[in-house]
C-alpha cells in the first residue's frame, strides 16, 4: 500500500468534513466527481451528480442557524486498483440548530469509494447509516448557553478571559 495515497485519501475526507460544518459550498464541490452519488440516512436522502449533492447540503445546512461538528475516525481505506479506492468511516456527529433549540446527536458509519481524476482524489459515492440519533431540545438543559458561534461571534467565546475583572 502506498501511504502518500492513503493519506490523500484521509485529507480528502477531512477537507469534505470541515468544508461541510464551515459551509464553503465552493471548496465541497471539489471534493466530488462530478458524476458523485450520495445516500444520507441510510438512503433516506440520495443525490446524484456533484450539483445535486452539494444543492442539497447548502439547502439543508446552509443556515448559520445550523451549527455542525462532523469527525470521523477509524478509517479503512482499501486500494482496488490504479485510481480506485473504498473506505468505511465511523462518524460522530453533533448538530445544533438555535433557530429550534435543538440539538442531535448521533454516530454512524460513512461507506465511499473514491476515484483519482487528474492526479486528486475525489468523492465518488459516500452515504452513511446511523448507528443511532438522539434530538434533545435545549432548553431542558438548565444554564446551557451557547457562548460561542462561528458567524455571530466570529468564532470568539463570550466567557470573560481567565483572571479578568
Known amino acids: ?24 459550498w465552493d471548496e465541497i464541490r471539489e471534493c466530488f466527481t462530478e458524476d458523485a452519488t450520495a445516500a444520507y440516512s441510510g438512503g433516506k436522502y440520495a443525490f446524484r451528480g456533484r450539483e445535486a449533492i452539494v444543492a442539497f447540503l447548502e439547502r439543508a445546512m446552509g443556515a448559520t442557524t445550523f451549527l455542525s461538528s462532523h469527525r470521523v475516525h477509524h478509517p479503512e481505506i482499501h486500494f482496488e486498483g ?4 473504498r473506505g468505511t468511516w465511523a462518524l460522530d456527529d453533533v448538530v445544533i440548530e438555535t433557530r429550534f433549540g435543538i440539538t442531535i446527536r448521533g454516530a454512524a458509519f460513512y461507506e465511499d469509494r473514491y476515484r483519482k481524476e487528474g492526479g486528486v482524489w ?44
Open 1 to 24: 500500500m502506498d501511504l502518500v495515497e492513503l493519506e490523500a485519501v484521509k485529507r480528502l475526507k477531512y477537507r469534505y468534513l470541515r468544508c461541510l460544518d464551515l459551509k464553503l
Open 82 to 85: 490504479d485510481g480506485e479506492a
Open 122 to 165: 475525489r468523492i465518488a459515492e459516500t452515504g452513511y447509516r446511523r448507528v443511532f440519533e438522539e434530538v434533545f431540545p435545549r432548553a431542558s438543559i438548565a444554564g446551557l448557553e451557547l457562548t460561542a458561534h462561528w458567524w455571530e461571534t466570529k468564532g470568539q467565546s463570550r466567557l470573560p478571559a481567565p483572571g479578568a475583572e
